[in-house]
């Protein structure tokens, strides 16, 4: 789950990190009194959505008085921000964070993540603040620095100034670097975030350092324990799709491709995508019904994929170990008949009453293409493509 940038900074001034004084303003009168009441003599007003590179969209805009900060914000709320990380569509700005200008003197790069590869986590350093680190790793490796946590171990004081002097800082910024990048550590333990970013991360001219921009990650599967972290959940910034999904308790990724997907069970979900990229297809989404799925979930799933104007061909590929596949088959038989599903659909039955379910299909009037294997569900999917 992604966080907006004031939340972020929320949370990162909890755990002790710096961050510049800001307010949240969701019209350009808010925005105004926000920039008075901050009484910097330049105020940066920011949109807020779920996306980086936001100043290139034009969505961050200095300004000098409070006058120029409701013009600002009368510019960037209501705008459709289009940035190297939004969706084609763009994202619809509703709310703007009004914040303290900061004397900078440099600007760096920190993040904390988890090395997968390594088994440890990872902090991230660079000297190239404020731009994509991506196109620093490509362009200028060099500049990377990486210092690996051990899980057991955590972070000890010596690596965290080992990476400042790689950094160039001086031993009077190093003393406030060590609390800054713990602060970080904690708060990425505490809320089992799955990286914490902040570029830039500066130096002031006056030796301070503070997270002038903050992007947070947090590991889907851990919010039941973080409930305050869950609370900050923004519909508005997410696939209306998968949000509907989440409400029923079904797994959904929106894909590019134009062959919906049911399966249940990730691993399986996994391999029906694999499979269906390897017969030459697209998937057009990643619809997990889950181990105990059932009639109910079977319809609501037909009905989240059908949503998909691109999905041209239903794939269906369930393994039955709990769940039973004549329940499945009732479950699909149900959905037809309310839906009306035009599209060709290929169905996989295997494990559990395989055979029922197969034979509750094959006594429908409905035109379903049985498979039995999976590479055979892939190749007969990607053939009905071509004629749906």
Known sequence: MNVHEYQAKGLLREFGVAVPEGILATTPAEAEAAARELGSKIVVVKAQVHAGGRGKGGGVILAKSPSEAKQAASEILGMTLHTPQTPPEGKLVRKVYVEAGSDIARELYLAILLDRSAEKFAIVASTEGGMEIEEVAAKTPEKILTVHVEPNVGLRDYQVRQLGFGLGLD????????????????????????????????????????????????????????????????????????????????????????????????GLAMATLDMITFCGGSPANFLDVGGGADKEKVMDAFKLILRDDAVKVILVNIFGGIVRCDLIAEGILAAAAELGIEVPLIVRLQGTNAAEGRKILADSDLNIIAAETLQEAGERAVAARGEG
């Open 171 to 266: 031993a009077e910024t190093i003393v406030k670097f060590v609390p800054f990048v713990r602060g970080l550590f904690d708060l990425f333990m505490a809320k089992d975030a799955s990286q914490v970013e902040i570029n830039p991360l500066v130096i002031t001219g006056d030796g301070n350092v503070i997270a002038l921009d903050g992007k947070i990650n947090f590991d889907d599967g851990a919010l039941y324990r973080n409930p305050d972290i869950a609370a900050l959940r923004d519909p508005d910034e997410e696939d209306d799709r998968e949000r509907q999904a989440t409400e029923l308790d079904l797994a959904y990724v929106g894909l590019d491709g134009d062959i919906g997907c049911m399966v249940n069970g990730a």
